[in-house]
């Protein structure tokens, strides 16, 4: 009896779903609902794989040209949803050359005048001292002649005067020490002698005089306590002068102060190292960094820093090589380059990051040379002149630009 009631209730529920079916009415309520789902399912997939999808890298370059030099920065940025990440690239430090000097030189002398060109005074090639000068326009790179100097003149000094001129004193004048000094006009190219003749009666002295370019004379001052010669004399930024180094017998390690308010020497705490031959600068800070020099106390391969405010000495980062009668350039950011010097004269510059005290390589110049000049252009650029590469005596020049280092 009970699988004659199942049956029965299975015939009606079909006959149920017949007449359904058969209902218009019913098939569009079925039609309609099969088309909601479809149109539901395909705005899901719309809105999970095309509208709310992960975006893509975006790379975004930008260039910043700086209006000093040619610098040119690239910097790639990619962003995603999670982080970001920055690559900047730039230009490492380069030298370049520029147009050679009329005649070779070296232990000459390079000075910026006021109207942005340089004066390259004198100087020693092949067994003859030099009388000559010249000029180096920065806008075109080349040399011209100016008016010759009275007296021949290598190893002298120069310094450019608050009126413009250019004072040109000492030095050593075909084999032999002279007190003769003498000033240029830039205006005009002429030089007029200041101190006529004479000869030191030694190499080193201890001497020192003031010169006034009021007058045009020469004054004695106090004597420095010990004799020098390839020394450093330094004005500091309290107006006093701190010499380094040097000597007459042997290279030495003491210092002395010159107080132009006294016109007096004294003598101030010892080097760690005796030098010659080694290059003395003031840093931004107020501090005067002392680089190499030639010395069998080893150095070559040192620096140090005085301190003005205790009067000390303060050992800093060891060279990359070996230094002495090198240049060493203040730069604008700071930075002290140190180009070429030693016996044969070396092409690797170095930079000395006073923030870090270490030393990172400047490139190598185009040349190696010693017993050269180095001149900060009114652009922040070095200019290097002249120099010996191993006995040759060069013309060449080259400029290096410090807003390439990266």
């Known amino acids: 009896m009970d699988n004659n009631q199942n049956k029965s209730e299975s015939l009606n529920r079909n006959s149920r779903l017949q007449k359904w079916w058969r209902d218009p009415r019913a098939k569009i309520i079925g039609i309609a609902g099969v088309i909601i789902v479809v149109f539901i399912v395909t705005l899901s997939l719309l809105l999970k794989f095309v509208v709310f999808a992960p975006t893509k890298p975006v790379n975004s370059t930008t260039t910043i040209t700086s209006t000093l030099t040619p610098l040119t920065t690239t910097t790639t940025t990619t962003s995603t949803s999670s982080s970001t990440t920055t690559t900047t690239t730039t230009q490492r430090p380069s030298w370049s050359s520029t147009g050679n000097m009329n005649s070779p030189r070296s232990y000459h002398q390079a000075s910026v005048l006021t109207n942005g060109k340089v004066l390259v005074t004198g100087g020693y090639n092949y067994n003859h001292s030099l009388s000559s000068a010249e000029l180096y326009d920065p806008s075109t790179g080349t040399w011209t002649m100016t008016g010759n100097m009275h007296n021949a003149r290598y190893k002298h000094k120069s310094s450019v005067l608050k009126d413009g001129k250019v004072l ?20 005009t190219g002429n030089w007029t002698v200041t101190v006529t003749g004479g000869s030191g009666e030694r190499d080193s002295e201890r001497s020192a005089e003031l010169y006034d370019p009021l007058t045009g004379e020469w004054t004695r001052t106090g004597d420095m306590h010990i004799e020098r010669i390839s020394h450093t004399a330094s004005i500091l930024k309290d107006g006093k002068v701190l010499v380094t180094g040097g000597g007459f017998a042997d290279y030495g390690s003491s210092t002395e102060l010159y107080d132009p308010v006294t016109g007096n020497w004294t003598l101030t705490s010892r080097m760690h190292h005796g030098r010659g031959g080694h290059t003395a600068s003031v840093l931004k800070n107020g501090t005067v960094l002392v680089v190499g020099g030639d010395s069998s ?43 070429g010097g030693s016996i044969a004269g070396y092409n690797i510059t170095e930079l000395y990051d006073p923030s870090t005290g270490n030393w990172s390589s400047a490139g190598n110049m185009k040349s190696a040379r010693k017993d050269h000049a180095a001149s900060i252009l009114t ?16 013309n060449g020049a080259e400029l290096y630009d410090p807003v390439t280092e990266t």
Not at 174 to 185: M, P, R
């Open 297 to 339: 106390t080893g150095a070559a391969y040192t620096a140090e820093f005085y301190d003005l405010a205790t009067g000390n000495w303060t050992i800093t980062g060891r060279l990359i090589t070996t230094r002495w009668y090198h240049t060493a350039s203040v730069l604008i950011n700071g930075k002290l380059l140190v180009a």
């Open 168 to 187: 040109v004193i000492g030095g050593v004048s075909n084999g032999v020490s002279t007190k003769s000094a003498e000033l240029y006009d830039p205006t």
């Open 379 to 394: 652009n922040g650029k070095v200019l290097v002149t002249g120099g010996d590469d191993n006995g040759i005596y060069l």
